[in-house]
């Protein structure tokens, strides 16, 4: 992403009327905590004639899924990588996972279909079909490796795990049943969170039980306010749901004083209500993205119009927040979408945020010093800029004490 140049701030902290122009600025201008990059180049022909609905993240590229079922191989500035594209759907691709070293894809569809495909080698290539729509499936984090058993787990009506069997044969164990459809699914090392009409569970592959069952919490409707799970660690996850969102961490029970207790529990560690749904979910350090969506939609004439989503940076505590940054988003089209056309997918090493939309997608990151002093020089604080550059010249690219 060093390559990438901040073309545009889409973040807006003044006020805005509805046709998009600004009011009036408040007495004291904050800095930006993010700075923000419309991807383009060959994703803008792409989502010029299909849309974006979903996105998974690897450290060498992304992996777009679109409504006509296609999965594009694009590096971080949205350029195909050697023309790799894999038609593996035939209706819209409702999630992507992949394994830890970015060798195989597993997507699900509308269409019933499994796809495990892999980048580099078609060795361990799958098509399952599961005559149902699947709405989230998750690969084992370890599936490259040989000897792994190539496991991944689908969500439709139930949660099954799928792995190499005996002999190689495909072996399949229902985990969890009865509680709705399953739309989200996020593997960790040992540990495979998942959400139903009911709540969030946690299965654990080591000990082979489910630990913990987290209600959903809220009263809206499943399938119109999608749940967002993502790990920040290996025993921490998060989630957010409507306009709820939980940091939960993984504990080891240390006395088992009921019998048949599992060795491991949830504890959640902060839970909240923030005042717009939350369509995504991210760590960044201490603090945590959002990518919420306004509970305020508007009529003009005879349809609703949306207000502009925001990726807002807040800081948890027991059972509340502080809010560290709100950011307007331009996205295309955002007058026309619900809650669950949004996504937020993160690089969790490199503090790099996707916000995915049908017909965009663009990149956030934390503002570092050469945009500190930036907007200290645009600000006329000259001095303050000074001194900036001569007390970090090391971590600057773009500036010098030297003028």
Known sequence: MDNCSLLQTFGARAEEDKDGSEGESSEEEVEPKLK????????????????ASCMAVDSKFLAVGTHWGMIYILDY????????????????????????NGDFIASCSDDGRVMITGLYTTENNQSLNFDRPVKAVAMDPNFYKQGSGRQFVTGDDKLVLNEKGFLSRHKTTML???EGPIREIKWKGSFIAWANDMGVKVYDMNSRSRITFIPKGHSQRADLYRCSIC??????????????????????????????????YVEITSMFTVDSYVCG????????VLLTYEKDVHQEGDRLVAQRPHLQVVKPSLSDYEEISNDALSIRGFQEYKCNDYHLECLHAENLFYIVSPRDVIASRLCDMDDHISWLLDHDMFEEAMEATQNSELELRKHTPQI
């Open 176 to 178: 969890h049943q009865g």
């Open 281 to 288: 979910i991210a760590p960044l350090g201490n603090e945590l």
């Open 36 to 51: 923000y990059e419309r991807l383009g180049n060959d994703l803008n022909t792409i989502l010029s004639k299909d849309c």
């Open 77 to 100: 500035i949205g350029f195909n990588i050697n023309s790799k594209e894999v038609a593996a759907h035939s209706t819209t691709v409702n999630q992507i996972s992949l394994d830890d």
């Open 231 to 264: 790990w920040k660690d290996s025993r921490t996850f998060l989630i957010a749901w409507a306009d709820s969102v939980k940091v939960c961490v993984v504990r080891d029970r240390v006395q088992q004083d009921v019998r048949d207790l599992p060795n491991r």
